[in-house]
């Protein structure tokens, strides 16, 4: 299979410049505002807030970052990554060819941005933002579960009680099987070989979510002990 239109469209793809948070979804009740990150449980906080608790929805640019308390969900960006190519391929229906042609595999693998799915927090979406958005890093509160309980602590704060309206597993879009097989995949493909490029490119990222996951505090009592960005 000849795989030059792919290469193409995502070539073309990557000659669009954008403004911070140009392409994430926001959420707010005005005292707090969400951001719905890509592959990072972005259907589950649409449903939530945009869906069943009808937060309004305003563009990136017009977050009012001295009143509001904005956060999001993240997830370590290399296992973001994988979620990331596998949607694309997913997409593009391209599953079955990418076993057996090795020469997408090599795009794939080695190509930083092949959509917005595989934009990174740092150089794509957020930038300098990244240091004020109070982010709930996903892998250490273990599960979709530990989610929703971070969550609630977060808008606990504010007296704000929302559990009947949290997104149920079959509103946030959780992976199928296939996708986590194929995930699983495109990880062990990258980790026999990983890419310099993508690794410099993801580099950012990679610090931030450390510096993130090393200050979040999952034992926390409340949400001002359990913050990344706690005094």
């Known amino acids: 299979m000849d795989i030059t239109p792919y290469i193409l469209e995502v070539e073309e793809f990557n000659k669009f410049e954008r403004s911070p948070g140009a392409t994430a979804a926001v959420y707010t009740c005005e005292v707090l505002t969400c ?79 092949v959509d917005i799915h595989s934009y990174g927090y740092v150089y794509n979406y957020y930038e300098d ?22 969550i609630a602590k977060l808008l606990e704060k504010y007296k704000i009680y929302i559990h009947n309206y949290l997104a149920t597993d079959s509103e946030s879009n959780i992976s199928s099987e296939l996708k986590k097989n194929l995930e699983l995949d495109v990880k062990e493909k990258f980790n026999s070989s990983p890419n310099e490029k993508i690794m410099e490119y993801l580099l950012p990222d990679i610090e931030l979510y450390n510096r993130v996951s090393n200050r979040f505090n999952p034992t926390g009592n409340n949400w001002d002990d359990i913050s990344w960005l706690r005094k």
Not at 58 to 85: C, G, Q
Request: overall charge positive; charged content about 20%; hydrophobic content about 40%.
């Open 35 to 113: 951001i719905a990150t890509l592959k990072c449980g972005s259907v589950f906080l649409t449903s939530t807030f945009n869906q069943n608790c009808r937060w309004r929805q305003i563009p990136f640019s017009e977050i009012n970052w001295d009143k509001s308390h904005v956060f999001s969900l993240m997830s370590d960006p290399l296992t973001r990554r994988y979620k990331a190519i596998a949607e694309w391929l997913f997409k593009k229906n391209l599953i079955t060819e990418f076993y057996k042609n090795i020469e997408l595999q090599n795009f794939v693998l080695s190509t930083p941005i």
């Open 129 to 150: 933002f990244c240091n004020q958005i109070d982010w709930i890093p996903m892998e250490p509160v273990k599960n979709h579960d530990g989610v929703k309980w971070a």
